[in-house]
């Protein structure tokens, strides 16, 4: 089993300023190696019968790969001697992330799934550099020893636990300081331990995420958001309006992004805090958490244009949908169903399941009936008496869609409406 464990590093004026220095040397490394495979990308992506004759013929060279340019770094080192004050271990991980960056453009991930053309970095945009190997005894009391840079004091907030041991440290600059993010192996906990728990009604709860309540589970808990961006967006208003009345560059307007920055950061802790302690209290709450299947990148996509038979542009309602996005932005939907949920449950032997989200919003919870509602209708009124909030009667239905109940829907012969839905369990 492998965790990450973060602590806040205290190093002194000289180990700042190496660290610095590294980064810095590591950027332009990065820049220079990047694209020398941009080049030779360019000059042989397609085959010789497919290039035009007009074109200029490069001198045929071995193309860049991971292997030949970690051989490039001993050249380096003989050609620039200041590069030999960095780590070999992290100069190998700065050309292990040229081409995971490059790979994962041309390649896909695992999945298949492409990424976008890597970006250069430009100054502070490269704020990461990582030991593949460190001492299992790194820690010694109050301060951890890591290669070069010697033993840095840092605040040690909790302990490492028993069995497990440290197999990689990555030291990141963010506003507020600098930290070191330890890698932690114990081979005798498989990662994804098997959990064999039978949902029934009594050991399981229905969740319903959203933005008026971020949690409205099926027992009639109603956990609302505290709204971290929104509450803080007026300040960062102003230092953002500050900024933009300082020349760029100035003393003045990197202070003022330090400021944006750090609070950014502020609004990110507290967001990620807060959805910890509410998967705590969720996975103390019941043995099966069931939740629904959401995709919120569609949810926060933008509006399909709208044009009139001239080819004229007409409202979509784009403008009120930029606020509703800001909203999901603001709640952390997604990383709190997809990472911290599941994260937290797996710790205390809980299970998290995902069930189809279609029509958990649209029928009833007590009779299963179909009562259509609009995004606007926040109250459900069903012919059968049940009366209660949207977001309630969704978390009580996804716990009945959890435990074995299906909503199916069939249309009428000859006729593209829906008919009411026959619910059977």
Known sequence: MKLAYQYKLLPTHEQRCRMERWLDML???????????????????????????????????EQPEYYGQKRSLVALKAEREWYQDIHADVLQDMVKRVDLAF?????????????GKPRFKGKNRYRTFAYQRVKPACILGNRIELPKLLKIKFIQHRPVPDGFTIKRAIVTFKSDGWYVTLTLLDVSVPDNPAID???????????????????????????KPPKFYRQSEEKLAKLQ?????????????????????KLHQKIARGRKQWHFELAGELVDRAEVIFVENLKVSNLAKRNQPKQDKEGKFLPNGQSAKSGLNKSFADAGIAGFLNEILPYKAARAGRLVVKVNPAGTSQHCAMCLNKVPKELSDRWHDCACGASMPRDLNSGILIKKVGLGVRLTQKRESGNSRRRSPRCTS
């Open 197 to 223: 728990i039978e949902p029934t009604e009594a050991n399981s709860i229905g969740v319903d995420v959203g933005l008026e309540y971020f949690a409205a589970c099926s027992d009639g808990t109603m956990v």
């Open 241 to 261: 309006s500050k900024r933009e009345h300082r020349k760029k560059g100035s003393t003045a307007y990197r202070k003022l992004n330090h400021r944006i920055a």
């Open 103 to 115: 790979s994962r453009f041309i390649k896909g991930d695992s999945s298949g799934k492409r990424s």
């Open 27 to 61: 950027r332009h490394q990065y820049n220079y190696l990047l694209a020398d495979r941009f080049d030779w990308y360019e000059m042989n992506r397609c085959h010789i019968n497919a290039c035009p004759l007009v074109c200029s013929i490069a001198e045929p060279r």
